[in-house]
């Protein structure tokens, strides 16, 4: 089986190419060049072609690869907003992706964002670096006894209720589907999470009824002073509503892996280009925001696990009994 890899990064090409060592029945290419109507000429003769999260795989895209003859799209992420399901279905073209490959490493990066935001360590870090040793503006609070707000209790957003559980939070959550599992977790309507918590993390996946869920209307509702963070989806929050936000003094910190604009930016290196009318460029003037380049998934442990489930679920497909928990449907 062929496989041929889109925008894959370094850290792909060395996760994927020891992992097939052990899958010998897979021929693996890797570009570096994301999908487009203009780069997908470059599938043909293969069976599948794998793509990551800002990779767009519209109806045109899609129709396009059917004309290549591929019958497979392998993502190499939980996430399929990026993928035009029903012109996948039209196309013939089965799409699988890897539902939880380390939902801790997410969590864990969604706890880095909130504890770097609170104490100000983007801040401090660089003030020691400048010899100032002074403290002012430096004051964070106190999380133990404070309320963590979990919206999406599904894989991450567990973990995370677990982290904020250990550090002494109350945990309330907000989820269409409360779990069962989490027995010292509240679940309360979302107007109720917005108005307690303190911490406001977002989990839950972007789809019609969630998209701009954080907006002007929802931002109003919460508590003055409370600490945003978002690894999810970047559509989740109404940006230029959570820009107004911030200007209002809503915010004492605001923590970002994901962001609307994020496609354009994401794992490039733009360090000379100047972001003209950028809303990114807006976020960053903020001294209380911070923004990383979609980097929760990234721990060994999940690169391995991605590369791992990957694999498995074209080997599945080519032998005909395709993982059906990891196929995506309309
Ligand atoms: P999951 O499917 O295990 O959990 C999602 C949860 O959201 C489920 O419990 C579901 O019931 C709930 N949900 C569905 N609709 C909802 C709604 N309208 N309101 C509230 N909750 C709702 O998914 P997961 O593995 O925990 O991943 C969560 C999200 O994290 C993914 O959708 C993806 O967008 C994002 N993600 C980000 C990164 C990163 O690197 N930053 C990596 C992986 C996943």
Known sequence: MKILFYDSKSYDKESFSAALKNYPQIEAEFLDTDISLSTVSLAKGYEAVCIFVASAADAAVISALADQGVRLLLLRCAGYNNVDLAAAEKAGITVMRVPGYSPEAVAEHAAALLLSVNRKIHKAYIRVRENNFSLSGLTGLTLHGRCAGIVGTGRIGAAMCSICRGLGMKVIAYDKYPSRDLDYV?????????????????????????????NIDSIRKMRDGVILVNTSRGALIKTEDLIQGIREHKFSGVGLDVYEEENENVFENREDDILEHSTTARLLSFPNVIVTSHQGFLTEEALEAISRTTLDNAVSFYEGKPISENIVHR
């Open 186 to 214: 509240e679940y309360v309507s979302l107007d109720e999470l917005f108005r307690r918590s303190d911490v406001i993390s977002l989990h839950c996946p972007l789809l019609d009824d969630t998209y701009h869920m954080i």
